[in-house]
């Protein structure tokens, strides 16, 4: 029996494997962030090709929280009647939609990676100005970020929950909460990025104030059967940074604040941080955090091989594994781990012919 293909259930919901589609921005939605048919064919491929668990891209919260202005979004009912044949269609294919839902904080408001130009976009260009846990901008190039101030932390909290509400309403059956990569929610855990000295600043129990209150707002909202995954930066890799260790107290206040997985990667704070990039290199933090805090995590970072991510639930290192470019360069993984691993692929029965 295969510990990858092993349903795993979460609250009321059962995943059909242990395989999941990291979040990964496409930079590609039409007007004001709705999604377009490339999100339905970008996700419900991976849908048709086995993936149990298919998370959107960061998806914002708020117009500001988009990373550039065409990133996907859910603050509007819109957003609602735009993701629902996506859902859908995911969902039919036997797989678990789930929506990753992001602010981007101080590196909002930039161009796309392929655009000629870099750094943030400015206002002539639809553009905005972003907001943060102080008014220092990521990088020079970026555009320097308002302050959050008591009021505008409070917006944020409301928004994550709203869209949390949304996110329901458009068909999705988990939500996962962003708070990695150097986006909002990061910058006000990382103590490379937060210098405020009032509550949600100072030691490491402020920084932790405001991930903490959306993870307990967005629980409020979906209820008590809608799984809630948090992803984090598990480390910072700088030094004076975010450590494991802070991940692990992080990961026990989260579950006590309602999530049920927390999915470990790393880094984007800092544009100078050493990351050690190789197969499953950040598959530590997650067993690190699993083994120390008690909590259900995803393992994810260059994981490629059917083999390897077979040893990392089968050993306890994770509770489930999350591609990201593998699945961009074969939406059939799934069928090809299933096929390395000896285990009888059940796909749509318009492709039972490649059996």
């Not at 259930?9 to 589609?21: C, D, E, Y």
């Not at 690190?288 to 991510?309: D, N």
Request: with cysteine; charged share 15%.
């Amino acid at each position: 029996m295969s510990s990858l293909f092993t349903p795993l259930t979460l609250r009321a919901v059962t995943l059909p494997n242990r395989i999941a589609m990291a979040p990964m921005c496409q930079y590609s939605a039409g007007p004001d962030g709705l999604p377009t048919d490339w999100h339905l064919i970008h996700l419900g491929t991976r849908a048709v090709g086995g993936v149990g668990l298919v998370l959107t891209e960061a998806t914002a919260v708020l117009p500001e929280g988009r990373i550039s202005p065409q990133d996907t979004g859910l603050w509007s009912d819109a957003h609602v009647d735009a993701w629902r044949p996506v859902t859908a269609f995911v969902a039919g294919q036997g797989a678990v939609p789930a929506v990753q839902l992001a602010h981007a904080g101080f590196k909002a408001s930039t161009y796309r990676p392929w655009a000629q130009t870099r750094g943030g976009v400015p206002d002539a260009e639809g553009g905005w100005t972003p907001v943060g846990p102080g008014a220092e901008p990521f990088v020079a190039n970026y555009r320097v970020p308002t302050a959050l101030d008591a009021a505008g932390i409070a917006g944020v909290v409301e928004a994550f929950a709203t869209a949390a509400g949304r996110a329901l309403d458009a068909g999705f059956a988990a939500v996962e909460i962003h708070a990695a990569h150097g986006y909002l929610l990061h910058e006000f855990l990382s103590p490379l990025t937060n210098h405020r000295t009032d509550s949600y600043g100072g030691d490491r129990s402020g920084r932790m104030r405001l991930t903490l209150e959306v993870a307990r707002a967005v629980r409020a909202t979906v209820g008590e059967t809608v799984p809630v995954l948090t992803r984090i930066s598990a480390t910072d890799w700088v030094e004076g940074g975010w450590t494991a260790e802070d991940s692990v107290v992080l990961a026990a206040e989260l579950a006590g604040a309602g999530v049920d997985l927390v999915d470990a990667s790393s880094g984007g704070a800092h544009p100078d941080a050493r990351v050690p990039l190789g197969p499953g290199y950040q598959v530590p933090l997650a067993a690190r955090i699993r083994r120390e805090a008690g909590v259900p995590t995803g393992a994810v970072g260059l994981i490629v091989e059917p083999e390897h991510a077979e040893q990392i639930v089968a050993g306890g290192e994770a509770d489930l594994v999350l591609l990201g470019r593998e699945l961009l360069r074969d939406p059939y993984w799934p069928r090809r781990a299933a096929a390395k691993l000896g285990v009888t692929y059940t796909g749509p029965a318009q492709y039972a012919r490649a059996a």
